[in-house]
Protein backbone atom coordinates (compact mmCIF):
# COMPACT_ATOMS: atom_id res chain seq x y z
CA UNK A 1 0.00 0.00 0.00
CA UNK A 2 1.55 3.61 -1.25
CA UNK A 3 0.07 6.68 0.88
CA UNK A 4 1.21 10.14 -0.22
CA UNK A 5 1.95 12.63 2.73
CA UNK A 6 1.03 16.61 2.06
CA UNK A 7 1.68 19.30 4.75
CA UNK A 8 -0.04 22.72 4.22
CA UNK A 9 -1.46 24.20 7.10
CA UNK A 10 -2.17 28.10 7.51
CA UNK A 11 -4.58 29.95 10.31
CA UNK A 12 -5.12 32.96 7.59
CA UNK A 13 -6.46 36.52 9.67
CA UNK A 14 -7.77 38.29 6.69
CA UNK A 15 -7.86 41.63 8.52
CA UNK A 16 -4.03 41.96 8.89
CA UNK A 17 -3.38 44.51 6.14
CA UNK A 18 -0.53 42.32 4.67
CA UNK A 19 -0.69 39.38 2.55
CA UNK A 20 1.44 35.87 3.45
CA UNK A 21 3.67 34.98 0.36
CA UNK A 22 6.24 33.00 -1.04
CA UNK A 23 9.14 34.13 1.06
CA UNK A 24 7.57 33.59 4.15
CA UNK A 25 7.13 29.81 3.62
CA UNK A 26 10.76 29.24 2.46
CA UNK A 27 13.29 29.03 5.16
CA UNK A 28 16.23 26.33 6.28
CA UNK A 29 13.84 22.82 6.27
CA UNK A 30 11.04 24.18 4.28
CA UNK A 31 10.01 23.44 2.00
CA UNK A 32 10.43 19.41 3.22
CA UNK A 33 10.06 16.32 1.37
CA UNK A 34 10.53 12.79 1.49
CA UNK A 35 11.77 11.62 5.03
CA UNK A 36 12.66 15.52 6.42
CA UNK A 37 8.78 16.03 5.93
CA UNK A 38 7.44 12.99 7.80
CA UNK A 39 9.80 14.02 10.25
CA UNK A 40 9.37 17.17 10.41
CA UNK A 41 6.68 17.28 13.31
CA UNK A 42 7.25 14.33 14.84
CA UNK A 43 4.88 15.21 17.94
CA UNK A 44 1.91 16.69 15.82
CA UNK A 45 -0.29 15.00 13.68
CA UNK A 46 2.25 13.96 11.19
CA UNK A 47 4.36 12.19 14.00
CA UNK A 48 1.45 10.36 14.80
CA UNK A 49 0.04 9.45 10.75
CA UNK A 50 3.55 8.09 10.19
CA UNK A 51 4.35 6.20 13.65
CA UNK A 52 0.80 4.33 12.89
CA UNK A 53 0.74 3.91 9.36
CA UNK A 54 4.71 2.40 9.92
CA UNK A 55 3.38 -0.25 12.46
CA UNK A 56 1.30 -1.62 9.37
CA UNK A 57 2.60 -4.49 6.98
CA UNK A 58 3.46 -3.80 3.83
CA UNK A 59 2.84 0.47 3.91
CA UNK A 60 5.08 2.63 2.40
CA UNK A 61 4.72 6.24 3.47
CA UNK A 62 6.13 9.14 0.87
CA UNK A 63 6.42 12.49 1.99
CA UNK A 64 5.47 15.04 -1.59
CA UNK A 65 7.05 18.36 -0.94
CA UNK A 66 5.54 20.74 0.87
CA UNK A 67 5.77 24.23 2.63
CA UNK A 68 5.92 23.66 6.15
CA UNK A 69 4.13 26.74 8.55
CA UNK A 70 5.29 30.36 7.53
CA UNK A 71 7.95 32.42 9.35
CA UNK A 72 4.98 34.85 10.16
CA UNK A 73 3.50 31.96 12.10
CA UNK A 74 -0.84 32.93 12.80
CA UNK A 75 0.95 36.77 12.19
CA UNK A 76 -0.33 35.96 8.52
CA UNK A 77 -2.98 37.89 6.41
CA UNK A 78 -4.05 36.20 2.87
CA UNK A 79 -1.87 34.14 0.85
CA UNK A 80 -1.26 35.48 -2.66
CA UNK A 81 -2.95 32.79 -5.47
CA UNK A 82 0.93 33.00 -6.81
CA UNK A 83 2.26 31.52 -3.62
CA UNK A 84 -0.57 28.69 -3.12
CA UNK A 85 -0.60 28.15 -7.10
CA UNK A 86 3.13 27.32 -6.47
CA UNK A 87 2.86 25.60 -4.15
CA UNK A 88 -0.06 23.36 -4.95
CA UNK A 89 1.25 22.59 -8.25
CA UNK A 90 4.38 21.55 -7.32
CA UNK A 91 2.07 18.99 -5.07
CA UNK A 92 0.12 17.49 -7.73
CA UNK A 93 3.41 17.37 -10.50
CA UNK A 94 4.60 14.65 -7.57
CA UNK A 95 1.73 12.68 -7.10
CA UNK A 96 1.24 12.52 -11.05
CA UNK A 97 5.17 11.62 -11.11
CA UNK A 98 5.11 8.64 -8.13
CA UNK A 99 1.54 7.23 -8.71
CA UNK A 100 -0.76 5.15 -8.49
CA UNK A 101 -1.21 5.42 -4.53
CA UNK A 102 -3.77 4.14 -2.36
CA UNK A 103 -4.54 6.67 -0.42
CA UNK A 104 -3.23 10.59 0.45
CA UNK A 105 -2.89 11.77 3.71
CA UNK A 106 -3.47 15.71 4.32
CA UNK A 107 -2.32 17.53 7.35
CA UNK A 108 -3.98 21.11 6.95
CA UNK A 109 -5.29 23.53 9.37
CA UNK A 110 -9.35 24.50 8.04
CA UNK A 111 -9.19 28.51 8.25
CA UNK A 112 -6.60 28.88 5.41
CA UNK A 113 -7.87 31.76 3.37
CA UNK A 114 -6.12 32.52 -0.79
CA UNK A 115 -7.18 35.54 -2.43
CA UNK A 116 -9.07 34.67 -5.69
CA UNK A 117 -9.54 30.65 -4.37
CA UNK A 118 -12.79 29.41 -2.33
CA UNK A 119 -12.08 26.70 0.21
CA UNK A 120 -8.57 26.61 -0.23
CA UNK A 121 -8.48 23.19 1.33
CA UNK A 122 -11.33 21.94 -0.25
CA UNK A 123 -9.83 23.15 -3.51
CA UNK A 124 -6.74 21.13 -2.54
CA UNK A 125 -8.82 17.62 -2.13
CA UNK A 126 -10.21 18.59 -5.54
CA UNK A 127 -6.97 18.44 -7.56
CA UNK A 128 -5.96 15.96 -5.67
CA UNK A 129 -8.82 13.62 -6.14
CA UNK A 130 -8.54 14.65 -9.90
CA UNK A 131 -4.87 12.22 -9.81
CA UNK A 132 -5.72 9.90 -7.60
CA UNK A 133 -8.88 8.27 -8.88
CA UNK A 134 -12.56 7.73 -7.69
CA UNK A 135 -11.00 4.92 -6.00
CA UNK A 136 -8.11 6.00 -4.25
CA UNK A 137 -8.93 7.21 -0.21
CA UNK A 138 -8.75 11.13 1.09
CA UNK A 139 -7.88 11.85 4.44
CA UNK A 140 -7.47 15.43 6.39
CA UNK A 141 -6.59 16.15 9.99
CA UNK A 142 -7.33 19.52 10.66
CA UNK A 143 -7.15 22.21 13.99
CA UNK A 144 -10.33 22.79 16.00
CA UNK A 145 -10.44 26.56 14.18
CA UNK A 146 -11.24 25.58 10.78
CA UNK A 147 -13.98 26.96 9.35
CA UNK A 148 -15.66 23.77 7.77
CA UNK A 149 -18.74 22.99 5.98
CA UNK A 150 -19.61 19.46 3.54
CA UNK A 151 -17.36 21.20 0.84
CA UNK A 152 -13.90 19.15 1.67
CA UNK A 153 -15.63 15.62 2.06
CA UNK A 154 -16.91 15.64 -1.67
CA UNK A 155 -13.53 15.03 -2.76
CA UNK A 156 -12.16 13.56 0.41
CA UNK A 157 -13.35 10.70 2.39
CA UNK A 158 -12.36 11.33 6.16
CA UNK A 159 -11.95 14.38 7.89
CA UNK A 160 -10.56 14.17 12.00
CA UNK A 161 -10.45 17.42 14.00
CA UNK A 162 -8.46 18.49 17.03
CA UNK A 163 -10.08 17.75 20.12
CA UNK A 164 -9.05 20.67 22.96
CA UNK A 165 -7.49 23.57 23.27
CA UNK A 166 -5.01 24.16 23.72
CA UNK A 167 -4.58 21.48 21.02
CA UNK A 168 -3.16 18.67 22.97
CA UNK A 169 -4.64 15.93 20.39
CA UNK A 170 -2.56 16.26 17.05
CA UNK A 171 -0.69 13.43 17.27
CA UNK A 172 -3.80 10.85 18.35
CA UNK A 173 -5.69 12.56 15.47
CA UNK A 174 -2.67 11.67 13.77
CA UNK A 175 -2.58 7.71 14.42
CA UNK A 176 -6.47 7.70 14.20
CA UNK A 177 -5.90 9.03 10.61
CA UNK A 178 -3.70 5.83 9.65
CA UNK A 179 -5.45 3.56 11.14
CA UNK A 180 -8.92 4.90 9.74
CA UNK A 181 -6.90 5.39 5.88
CA UNK A 182 -5.31 2.30 6.03
CA UNK A 183 -8.74 0.22 6.80
CA UNK A 184 -10.60 2.15 4.23
CA UNK A 185 -7.92 1.03 1.45
CA UNK A 186 -8.64 -2.76 3.27
CA UNK A 187 -12.35 -2.29 2.77
CA UNK A 188 -12.56 -2.34 6.01
CA UNK A 189 -14.33 0.80 7.23
CA UNK A 190 -16.71 2.53 4.66
CA UNK A 191 -17.19 6.30 5.69
CA UNK A 192 -20.32 7.54 5.81
CA UNK A 193 -20.28 11.39 6.69
CA UNK A 194 -22.83 14.04 8.46
CA UNK A 195 -21.99 17.61 8.65
CA UNK A 196 -24.06 20.36 10.56
CA UNK A 197 -23.48 23.93 11.42
CA UNK A 198 -25.62 25.56 14.20
CA UNK A 199 -25.57 29.33 13.41
CA UNK A 200 -23.23 30.01 16.08
CA UNK A 201 -19.70 32.47 16.10
CA UNK A 202 -16.66 32.72 18.56
CA UNK A 203 -13.57 34.63 19.02
CA UNK A 204 -11.01 32.22 19.80
CA UNK A 205 -10.17 33.81 23.08
CA UNK A 206 -13.49 31.86 24.62
CA UNK A 207 -13.06 28.80 23.35
CA UNK A 208 -10.67 27.24 25.94
CA UNK A 209 -11.77 23.49 26.48
CA UNK A 210 -10.73 24.05 30.11
CA UNK A 211 -14.27 24.94 30.97
CA UNK A 212 -18.01 24.44 30.27
CA UNK A 213 -19.47 24.83 27.92
CA UNK A 214 -16.33 23.98 25.53
CA UNK A 215 -15.48 20.91 27.91
CA UNK A 216 -19.00 19.37 27.89
CA UNK A 217 -19.34 19.65 23.94
CA UNK A 218 -15.76 17.92 23.29
CA UNK A 219 -16.52 14.64 26.15
CA UNK A 220 -20.10 14.79 24.26
CA UNK A 221 -18.28 14.06 21.35
CA UNK A 222 -16.27 11.70 23.22
CA UNK A 223 -19.10 9.68 24.76
CA UNK A 224 -20.45 9.16 21.37
CA UNK A 225 -17.22 7.79 20.17
CA UNK A 226 -16.93 5.34 22.98
CA UNK A 227 -20.62 3.98 23.04
CA UNK A 228 -20.67 2.61 19.44
CA UNK A 229 -17.63 1.36 17.60
CA UNK A 230 -16.18 3.17 14.37
CA UNK A 231 -18.31 6.59 15.34
CA UNK A 232 -15.65 9.45 14.83
CA UNK A 233 -17.26 13.36 15.90
CA UNK A 234 -14.82 16.24 14.51
CA UNK A 235 -16.20 19.48 16.55
CA UNK A 236 -14.90 22.64 15.14
CA UNK A 237 -15.25 25.95 17.07
CA UNK A 238 -14.59 28.31 14.30
CA UNK A 239 -12.17 30.79 13.26
CA UNK A 240 -13.58 34.25 13.38
CA UNK A 241 -10.90 36.28 12.18
CA UNK A 242 -10.55 34.64 8.78
CA UNK A 243 -13.27 37.06 6.45
CA UNK A 244 -15.05 33.31 5.01
CA UNK A 245 -18.84 32.82 4.24
CA UNK A 246 -18.50 29.08 5.87
CA UNK A 247 -16.76 30.77 9.07
CA UNK A 248 -18.72 29.28 12.14
CA UNK A 249 -19.21 26.18 14.73
CA UNK A 250 -19.26 22.44 12.43
CA UNK A 251 -19.91 19.46 13.75
CA UNK A 252 -18.68 16.71 11.23
CA UNK A 253 -19.65 12.70 12.45
CA UNK A 254 -17.96 9.55 10.54
CA UNK A 255 -19.69 6.27 10.45
CA UNK A 256 -18.41 3.31 9.20
CA UNK A 257 -21.71 3.03 6.56
CA UNK A 258 -24.59 4.02 8.51
CA UNK A 259 -25.78 7.85 7.22
CA UNK A 260 -28.28 6.91 9.34
CA UNK A 261 -26.56 6.97 12.50
CA UNK A 262 -23.91 9.95 11.10
CA UNK A 263 -26.94 12.27 10.71
CA UNK A 264 -28.14 11.30 14.58
CA UNK A 265 -25.09 11.71 15.77
CA UNK A 266 -24.69 14.92 14.18
CA UNK A 267 -28.38 16.23 14.80
CA UNK A 268 -27.65 15.37 18.73
CA UNK A 269 -24.15 17.66 19.09
CA UNK A 270 -25.58 20.45 16.79
CA UNK A 271 -28.78 20.62 18.76
CA UNK A 272 -27.02 20.66 21.98
CA UNK A 273 -24.29 23.52 21.34
CA UNK A 274 -27.34 25.24 20.16
CA UNK A 275 -29.44 24.77 23.42
CA UNK A 276 -26.66 26.57 25.30
CA UNK A 277 -25.66 28.84 23.13
CA UNK A 278 -25.47 31.75 25.73
CA UNK A 279 -23.00 29.51 27.69
CA UNK A 280 -20.24 30.36 24.74
CA UNK A 281 -19.96 33.95 25.79
CA UNK A 282 -19.04 34.13 28.77
CA UNK A 283 -15.84 34.15 29.74
CA UNK A 284 -13.96 37.79 31.14
CA UNK A 285 -12.18 40.01 28.98
CA UNK A 286 -10.07 43.59 30.88
CA UNK A 287 -9.13 46.36 29.06
CA UNK A 288 -5.86 46.79 29.13
CA UNK A 289 -5.72 49.75 32.18
CA UNK A 290 -7.65 47.28 34.39
CA UNK A 291 -5.61 44.40 33.24
CA UNK A 292 -2.31 45.80 34.70
CA UNK A 293 -4.00 47.81 37.64
CA UNK A 294 -5.47 44.07 38.62
CA UNK A 295 -1.75 42.45 38.42
CA UNK A 296 -0.37 45.13 39.83
CA UNK A 297 -3.15 44.07 43.09
CA UNK A 298 -2.09 40.68 42.62
CA UNK A 299 1.96 41.60 43.14
CA UNK A 300 0.72 43.06 46.23
CA UNK A 301 -0.87 40.10 47.26
CA UNK A 302 1.74 37.89 46.40
CA UNK A 303 -0.56 36.32 44.04
CA UNK A 304 2.17 35.39 41.81
CA UNK A 305 3.34 34.49 38.66
CA UNK A 306 0.84 36.86 36.99
CA UNK A 307 -0.28 36.33 33.66
CA UNK A 308 -1.48 38.94 31.25
CA UNK A 309 -2.37 37.27 27.98
CA UNK A 310 -3.02 39.68 24.94
CA UNK A 311 -5.18 37.61 23.04
CA UNK A 312 -6.05 40.20 20.77
CA UNK A 313 -3.00 40.67 19.04
CA UNK A 314 -2.79 39.26 15.76
CA UNK A 315 0.14 41.34 13.82
CA UNK A 316 2.69 40.32 17.41
CA UNK A 317 3.25 44.16 17.09
CA UNK A 318 0.84 45.82 19.46
CA UNK A 319 2.32 48.13 22.26
CA UNK A 320 -0.58 48.63 23.78
CA UNK A 321 0.28 46.26 26.70
CA UNK A 322 4.03 47.47 26.82
CA UNK A 323 2.48 51.03 27.30
CA UNK A 324 0.55 50.24 30.38
CA UNK A 325 3.19 48.32 32.01
CA UNK A 326 5.48 51.20 31.86
CA UNK A 327 2.61 54.04 32.53
CA UNK A 328 1.44 52.48 35.58
CA UNK A 329 4.77 51.32 36.20
CA UNK A 330 4.51 47.84 36.97
CA UNK A 331 7.85 46.34 37.84
CA UNK A 332 9.28 42.79 37.92
CA UNK A 333 7.83 42.06 34.26
CA UNK A 334 8.79 40.10 31.20
CA UNK A 335 7.25 41.44 28.24
CA UNK A 336 7.35 38.74 25.58
CA UNK A 337 7.06 39.29 22.63
CA UNK A 338 7.09 42.73 20.97
CA UNK A 339 7.82 41.78 16.95
CA UNK A 340 9.48 44.41 15.28
CA UNK A 341 11.36 43.07 11.88
CA UNK A 342 13.07 46.11 11.24
CA UNK A 343 14.17 46.84 14.88
CA UNK A 344 15.47 43.20 14.57
CA UNK A 345 17.37 43.67 11.05
CA UNK A 346 18.90 47.38 12.51
CA UNK A 347 20.48 45.70 16.02
CA UNK A 348 21.62 42.79 13.24
CA UNK A 349 23.25 45.05 11.37
CA UNK A 350 24.89 47.15 14.09
CA UNK A 351 26.50 43.98 15.65
CA UNK A 352 23.92 43.94 18.68
CA UNK A 353 25.66 42.13 22.10
CA UNK A 354 24.72 41.78 25.46
CA UNK A 355 25.58 44.28 27.53
CA UNK A 356 25.00 47.57 24.96
CA UNK A 357 23.16 50.08 25.93
CA UNK A 358 19.57 50.45 24.38
CA UNK A 359 17.56 54.02 23.26
CA UNK A 360 15.15 52.89 20.50
CA UNK A 361 11.51 52.82 19.52
CA UNK A 362 10.11 49.40 19.70
CA UNK A 363 6.79 48.17 17.87
CA UNK A 364 3.27 49.78 16.16
CA UNK A 365 3.53 50.71 13.06
CA UNK A 366 2.27 48.04 11.07
CA UNK A 367 -1.19 49.26 11.53
CA UNK A 368 -3.33 51.23 13.91
CA UNK A 369 -4.33 47.60 15.89
CA UNK A 370 -0.70 47.84 16.31
CA UNK A 371 -0.48 51.20 18.05
CA UNK A 372 2.18 53.51 18.48
CA UNK A 373 5.99 52.80 18.59
CA UNK A 374 6.74 52.79 21.91
CA UNK A 375 10.72 53.68 23.21
CA UNK A 376 12.57 51.82 25.57
CA UNK A 377 15.76 52.69 26.90
CA UNK A 378 18.03 50.02 28.44
CA UNK A 379 20.62 47.42 28.69
CA UNK A 380 20.86 44.47 26.10
CA UNK A 381 20.07 41.52 28.44
CA UNK A 382 20.20 38.59 25.97
CA UNK A 383 21.00 38.11 22.23
CA UNK A 384 19.69 34.72 20.80
CA UNK A 385 18.17 32.49 18.47
CA UNK A 386 13.81 32.23 18.59
CA UNK A 387 11.95 29.70 20.85
CA UNK A 388 10.01 27.33 20.04
CA UNK A 389 11.23 23.45 18.79
CA UNK A 390 14.14 22.52 19.29
CA UNK A 391 13.34 20.76 22.69
CA UNK A 392 10.54 18.92 20.74
CA UNK A 393 12.18 17.87 17.37
CA UNK A 394 9.86 20.17 14.90
CA UNK A 395 11.71 22.19 12.19
CA UNK A 396 10.94 25.69 13.45
CA UNK A 397 11.68 29.43 11.97
CA UNK A 398 11.85 30.51 15.08
CA UNK A 399 15.07 28.89 15.91
CA UNK A 400 16.75 30.79 13.19
CA UNK A 401 15.76 34.33 13.77
CA UNK A 402 17.24 36.86 16.05
CA UNK A 403 16.00 37.78 18.96
CA UNK A 404 17.02 40.59 21.52
CA UNK A 405 15.64 41.18 25.35
CA UNK A 406 16.37 44.44 27.04
CA UNK A 407 16.06 45.50 30.70
CA UNK A 408 14.51 48.38 31.40
CA UNK A 409 12.32 49.89 34.58
CA UNK A 410 12.34 48.74 37.92
CA UNK A 411 13.29 44.68 37.23
CA UNK A 412 11.29 44.74 33.61
CA UNK A 413 12.65 42.83 30.39
CA UNK A 414 11.11 43.26 26.75
CA UNK A 415 11.75 40.40 24.29
CA UNK A 416 11.92 42.19 20.73
CA UNK A 417 11.22 39.28 18.03
CA UNK A 418 10.67 39.72 14.17
CA UNK A 419 7.27 38.35 14.23
CA UNK A 420 4.39 37.19 16.44
CA UNK A 421 5.30 34.54 18.98
CA UNK A 422 2.32 33.16 20.90
CA UNK A 423 4.33 31.63 24.10
CA UNK A 424 2.95 28.49 25.70
CA UNK A 425 5.22 27.08 28.49
CA UNK A 426 7.27 29.48 30.85
CA UNK A 427 10.27 26.95 30.35
CA UNK A 428 10.01 28.20 26.93
CA UNK A 429 11.80 31.39 27.51
CA UNK A 430 15.32 29.01 28.68
CA UNK A 431 15.90 28.88 24.99
CA UNK A 432 16.64 32.17 24.88
CA UNK A 433 18.96 32.54 28.10
CA UNK A 434 15.59 33.90 30.60
CA UNK A 435 14.38 32.41 33.62
CA UNK A 436 11.07 33.04 33.86
CA UNK A 437 10.94 32.29 37.79
CA UNK A 438 12.58 35.48 37.96
CA UNK A 439 10.30 37.27 37.42
CA UNK A 440 6.78 38.22 38.99
CA UNK A 441 4.24 39.18 36.00
CA UNK A 442 4.59 37.73 32.49
CA UNK A 443 3.23 39.84 29.36
CA UNK A 444 2.50 37.71 26.90
CA UNK A 445 0.53 37.44 23.15
CA UNK A 446 -1.47 34.11 23.20
CA UNK A 447 -4.98 33.48 23.28
CA UNK A 448 -5.57 29.98 25.09
CA UNK A 449 -2.32 28.12 24.05
CA UNK A 450 -0.24 29.67 27.18
CA UNK A 451 -3.13 27.81 29.45
CA UNK A 452 -0.97 24.65 28.70
CA UNK A 453 2.04 25.61 30.13
CA UNK A 454 0.33 28.21 32.94
CA UNK A 455 -2.65 27.04 34.09
CA UNK A 456 -2.51 23.27 33.49
CA UNK A 457 0.54 23.03 35.37
CA UNK A 458 -0.75 25.20 38.33
CA UNK A 459 2.80 26.98 37.35
CA UNK A 460 0.69 30.39 37.32
CA UNK A 461 -1.11 31.89 40.31
CA UNK A 462 -3.57 34.96 38.17
CA UNK A 463 -4.34 34.88 34.69
CA UNK A 464 -5.64 38.04 33.40
CA UNK A 465 -7.00 38.33 29.11
CA UNK A 466 -6.88 42.03 28.55
CA UNK A 467 -7.03 43.45 24.66
CA UNK A 468 -6.97 47.39 23.76
CA UNK A 469 -10.10 49.34 24.19
CA UNK A 470 -10.54 50.02 20.83
CA UNK A 471 -11.86 46.47 18.72
CA UNK A 472 -8.96 45.58 17.08
CA UNK A 473 -8.15 42.82 14.82
CA UNK A 474 -8.23 39.93 17.20
CA UNK A 475 -10.68 41.69 19.65
CA UNK A 476 -14.15 39.81 20.83
CA UNK A 477 -16.22 42.58 19.68
CA UNK A 478 -16.81 40.41 16.21
CA UNK A 479 -18.94 43.48 15.06
CA UNK A 480 -16.90 45.28 15.03
CA UNK A 481 -14.98 43.91 12.14
CA UNK A 482 -15.11 44.86 8.42
CA UNK A 483 -17.02 41.27 7.00
CA UNK A 484 -16.87 41.52 3.43
CA UNK A 485 -17.74 37.92 2.59
CA UNK A 486 -19.69 36.53 6.27
CA UNK A 487 -22.80 38.14 7.12
CA UNK A 488 -22.54 38.16 10.75
CA UNK A 489 -25.90 39.04 11.19
CA UNK A 490 -26.78 35.29 10.09
CA UNK A 491 -24.96 34.29 13.46
CA UNK A 492 -25.82 33.88 17.27
CA UNK A 493 -25.53 36.50 19.54
CA UNK A 494 -25.29 38.89 16.41
CA UNK A 495 -28.46 38.85 14.20
CA UNK A 496 -32.26 38.68 15.36
CA UNK A 497 -34.63 36.15 15.58
CA UNK A 498 -32.56 33.58 14.82
CA UNK A 499 -33.57 29.96 15.08
CA UNK A 500 -32.00 26.54 14.61
CA UNK A 501 -32.07 23.74 13.05
Not at 46 to 56: C, D, L, N, T
Not at 185 to 209: E, H
Not at 298 to 323: C, E, F, N, Q
Not at 341 to 351: F, M, P, S, T
Request: with cysteine; hydrophobic share 40%.
Amino acid sequence: MRIAAIYFVHETVTFLPYDTTLEDFIYEGSPARGEALLSSDPQGAMGGFVKVAREHANVEVIGIESPLMPKTGSASGWIDKTTYDHFVNKMIDELKAQGPWDCVYLALHGAMGVRGVERPEAELARRVRAVVGPKAFIGGTFDPHGNEDPEFLRHANLAFCVKYYPHYDYYLQGERMARALIRCARGDYKPTTATRKPPMITPSVLQWTGQSPWMDMVQRALVWEARLPDVYVSFYYGFAFMDSAEAGMTFQVMTNGDPELANKIADDMANTAWRRREEFYATKVLSMKEGVAKAKEAMKAGKTPIVLADHSDRSGAATWLLREVIDQKLSNTLIATVADKDAIEALRKKGVKVGDKFDMMVGGKLDVSAGEPVRIVGTVNTVSGGSGGRRDGRVSAAASQLWVSVKFGDGNVLVISPYLHQNTEPDAFLDIGINPDSFKAIAIKSRVHFRRGYYDSGYAKTILLVEPDQPFVGTVRLDALDYKHLDLKKFYPYGKNISYP
